[in-house]
């Protein structure tokens, strides 16, 4: 079996995310591996501030960019002091773009050997098994993937 060195935790922040850190970290413990924890702001969401930036109104790609950054890196902060996993074993990385082109760039760059997601990201959909960027890494990662899902 490889050897597990390196854990990138996807989180997007929904309402399922702080368990899925939970469950990364405490892995990442177990295995004593270095944990990666990564936000893609979605390119989607980049291009309608974009557009109603140019209609006129007073908004900024630059601003919700950076707020969003700020509000997860808040968000994670508190995740991480709650987790007791050692700060300095953790990197944070926001990226913008397509969730799954992003995910996997980082796990080529960074060298990661298991990735672990939720099964489900914002959309929650309930009458779906699996998220489309789940689905994805699924069939695509060129690592393993652990999808955490509560139970119950």
């Known amino acids: 079996m490889p050897?597990?060195?390196k854990i990138l935790t996807a989180i997007c922040f929904s309402d399922y995310c702080g368990d899925t850190f939970t469950y990364a970290s405490r892995l990442a413990l177990q295995l004593n591996a270095d944990l990666v924890v990564a936000n893609v702001i979605n390119q989607r969401a980049v291009e309608g501030i974009s557009t109603i930036q140019a209609m006129g109104y007073n908004?900024?790609?630059?601003?919700?960019?950076?707020?969003?950054?700020?509000?997860?890196t808040a968000?994670?902060?508190?995740?991480i002091d709650g987790s007791g996993f050692p700060k300095e074993k953790i990197k944070i990385i926001f990226k913008v773009g397509s969730v799954f082109d992003q995910l996997i760039k980082i796990i080529k760059e960074e060298q990661i050997d298991l990735v672990v997601m939720g099964s489900k990201g914002q959309s929650d959909h309930p009458h779906l098994l699996v998220g489309s960027v789940a689905d994805k890494m699924f069939r695509?990662?060129?690592v393993s993937v652990a999808f955490y899902r509560k139970r119950g």
């Open 3 to 5: 050897e597990v060195n």
């Open 75 to 79: 968000q994670l902060e508190k995740m």
């Open 59 to 72: 908004v900024s790609v630059d601003d919700y960019i950076k707020g969003v950054k700020e509000e997860g």
């Open 140 to 142: 695509h990662s060129p």
